[in-house]
């Protein structure tokens, strides 16, 4: 099996990744005894995901091969179906793949090895959404009927795009803010100091310039005074809420330097939920019969 979108699981197969993520956060082990071979392919640059996948394949105890897409064939125009195809060749388990395209795994579907999406252009970051969850659903416990506002450049982003379904899907209240020629057409849209009192979850995103070219309208400090998270936001927060970001974080934009490591922030906590959520889902997939 291949999780390249959370639309093709159940709710019932997200809660059971992220229970197993948990699992192995208390302890839980599971040992491929060096029998499995990840490919990590990132066409893209990476720090969380990339690493983060393969210390999951380490800690499951399977190899991992680390393709470096400036030194490989694709330099003499290799395509990606056929690099994909060179890796199930060789004997790989599995394939984790971040590319700049969208959908670019229905390309692949020739390809029969499992494919772990590690992000497609602005289309999905399901591996980023399940970690999110988790995080989640460890401070909450449940997922019905919480608040999350999603703030920046929905547009480009496709840990929002991964995020607004799957939260949907779970039950949550999911509000999108930011620039509004930022915000993603059909989302529900709010301005940022319309709600920030109200959300249980605040989750803040960069604006992917690489994306857009770097055209935005804001100098970073316009930005953070409209919709940055600074002091007065910060104590307009409930009690209870929790601050999230996908990172890499542009400290002083989307949130104030001091605020990253705050006693509401659990940017870090996402970062190591990350290997637990990956390790579950490689297990997933190469489980898989
Ligand atoms: N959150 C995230 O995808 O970070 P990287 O681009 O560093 O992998």
Do not use: W
């Amino acid at each position: 099996m291949n999780i390249v979108n959370l639309n093709d699981l159940s709710v019932q197969e997200i809660n059971e990744i992220i229970d197993l993520a948990i699992e192995f956060k208390n302890g839980k082990k599971i040992n491929y005894h060096g029998q499995k071979v990840i490919a990590n392919l990132f066409f893209e640059p990476s720090s969380r995901t990339h690493y983060s996948f393969d210390m999951a394949a380490i800690k499951l105890n399977c190899h991992t091969q680390n393709f470096e897409a400036s030194n490989s064939s694709l330099t003499k125009g290799e395509s990606l179906y056929d690099t994909c195809k060179m890796f199930e060749m060789l004997g790989c388990d599995a394939l984790v793949i971040r590319h700049p395209q969208d959908d670019y795994y229905k390309d692949l579907e020739n390809v029969h090895i499992p494919i772990l999406n590690a992000g497609d252009g602005k289309g999905n970051h399901p591996s980023q959404s399940l970690l999110d969850l988790m995080t989640i659903k460890e401070e909450f416990g449940h997922f019905e009927n919480l608040k999350i506002a999603i703030v920046g450049d929905i547009k480009h982003s496709r840990v929002a795009h991964s995020n607004y379904d799957v939260m949907k899907r779970l039950g949550m209240d999911v509000m999108t803010s930011g620039p509004e020629d930022l915000k993603e057409e059909g989302y529900n849209y709010k301005p940022l100091d319309e709600i920030i009192g109200e959300v249980d979850i605040l989750m803040l995103l960069r604006v992917q310039h690489e994306r857009h070219g770097d055209n935005s309208n804001f100098s970073k400090d316009v930005y953070h005074h409209l919709y940055g998270l600074n002091e007065t936001r910060y104590n307009r927060l409930k009690d209870n809420c929790i601050i999230m970001h996908p990172a890499p974080i542009n400290r002083g934009v989307e949130i104030k330097d001091e605020l990253v490591e705050s006693e509401k922030s659990r940017i870090f906590t996402q970062m190591k939920n990350g290997v637990y959520v990956r390790m579950a889902m490689i297990h997933k997939v190469i489980n898989d019969e």
